[in-house]
């Protein structure tokens, strides 16, 4: 790296992790770069995830044997017509967002730390880092240069219900990410916010991923005290001290992981109250979304209730104006009764990467805040209309909420 780049992403790692800066070899002191495996072969054969095909699986099917038994799977083909498959290389990133800064931490009051885009591609060409800085920016959506990003990305035909649209894009918690990063970067331990479900669409690259149950104990995810040194929260650190836990014969049959190594062109769908884990195997770019459906309303309804009483009666008076079959389902749903789904409360771990502004602000790649005070932090209202989503009918949907058994299967049937 040139001395220019060298001296921004310096300031950036300071403000980022300040706890690895106080020793010269902080970020490489583990030597994770020359002794962690992430060799792609070994995941490959411990990938038990099924895979269906976009162009041919309808949403009817999709919603009725993945969303509502909550069943992760990975989607190919839903990228086939994708800018992003031709522009979201880093170096044609680096040429078109050169000067543009991207969030690629945050610091101990929960401000983003910003890179511009050819100093964080020039430090991906370049990182040995042991758990490195990771682009996991929200707020491309709302800036007039970077979010010429959404031009080059559709959401796939499965996940365009978008309820929370309706309590408007100033209210609504963090739900779209521009995501990019290095080996060895990745996203801790964690269940995404308000029961709210997940897709990931990775363009380049290679991502490792770890699936449990919504029931798994939370003291068996958890990287214990002692392991990992300064980097207990990180991803790399939980696959290196956690992963071989998971395979032992005295770990519980009903909490084994499901596995994926997802490629370039896959979208993995991750169902609320799913625990998962996400590790970069090369410099991967990717998009992500999380979302609020007719199929997992009621949940994601009972945990905003009881989570973020105030954006919950904004939401129920617009879905009144726009969605009052949806609006009534809300009215039935027995808050007095737990949904048997954990939230993201339960959450343990993180990354480089970094949460957004608000507590409920996660995705199927982020992480809970760092420990140490919490400030409210300033947030831009998007200016610009949410995209509509693909209509369908909740007539037919049923207020009850889903068991949670239903999506405690370690395998799913026609696994690869």
């Not at 509502?68 to 086939?80: D, M, R, S």
Request: contains cysteine.
């Amino acid at each position: 790296m040139d001395h220019r780049t060298k001296k921004r992403v310096k300031e950036a790692k300071l403000k980022a992790r300040p706890e690895l800066n106080s020793r010269h070899e902080g970020w490489h002191e583990l030597d994770y770069a020359r002794t962690f495996d992430i060799s792609l072969d070994a995941v490959a054969a411990r990938d038990n995830v099924e895979r269906v095909d976009g162009a041919k699986v309808s949403l009817k099917d999709f919603i009725e044997f993945y969303e509502k038994p909550y069943k992760p799977v990975v989607v190919t083909k839903a990228q086939l017509d994708w800018r992003a498959r031709d522009k979201w290389t880093p170096e044609r990133l680096a040429k078109k967002y050169r000067n543009q800064r991207f969030k690629c931490g945050e610091d101990d009051e929960g401000y983003s730390v910003k890179l511009k885009m050819k100093y964080f591609v020039e430090y991906m060409r370049y990182n040995e880092d042991d758990s490195p800085l990771y682009i996991f920016d929200s707020s491309f959506g709302e800036h007039p240069k970077r979010k010429r990003l959404l031009e080059d990305f559709d959401v796939p035909k499965y996940f365009r219900d978008d309820l929370f649209k309706f309590a408007g894009e100033a209210k609504r918690p963090p739900y779209r990410w521009f995501v990019m990063g290095p080996p060895r970067s990745g996203t801790g331990i964690h269940i995404d916010p308000l029961g709210t479900s997940a897709w990931n669409a990775l363009v380049v690259g290679h991502k490792r991923w770890c699936l449990f149950p919504t029931l798994t104990p939370k003291e068996l995810l958890k990287v214990k005290s002692g392991e990992g040194g300064r980097h207990r929260d990180e991803a790399i650190t939980w696959f290196k001290y956690v992963y071989p836990r998971t395979q032992l014969p005295g770990w519980p049959q009903e909490f084994k992981p499901l596995e994926i190594l997802q490629g370039p062109g896959e979208t993995v769908f991750v169902p609320g109250g799913w625990w998962h884990v996400v590790i970069n195997l090369d410099n991967t770019v990717a998009c992500t979304q999380n979302f609020c459906s007719v199929t997992n309303f009621p949940v994601v309804w009972h945990k905003t209730v009881r989570g973020r009483p105030k954006l919950s009666k904004k939401w129920h008076k617009a879905l009144q104006n726009y969605k009052p079959e949806l609006a009534a389902i809300a009215d039935k749903v027995d808050l007095s009764l737990p949904t048997g789904f954990n939230s993201d409360s339960s959450s343990s771990g993180s990354s480089s990467s970094s949460s957004d502004s608000s507590p409920d602000s996660s995705d199927s790649e982020s992480r809970p805040r760092k420990g140490g005070p919490v400030r409210k932090k300033r947030r831009r209202a998007t200016k610009s209309p949410p995209r509509s989503p693909r209509r369908s009918s909740s007539s037919s949907r049923s207020c009850d909420l889903p068991d949670p058994r239903r999506s405690s299967s370690s395998t799913p049937k026609n696994s690869r």
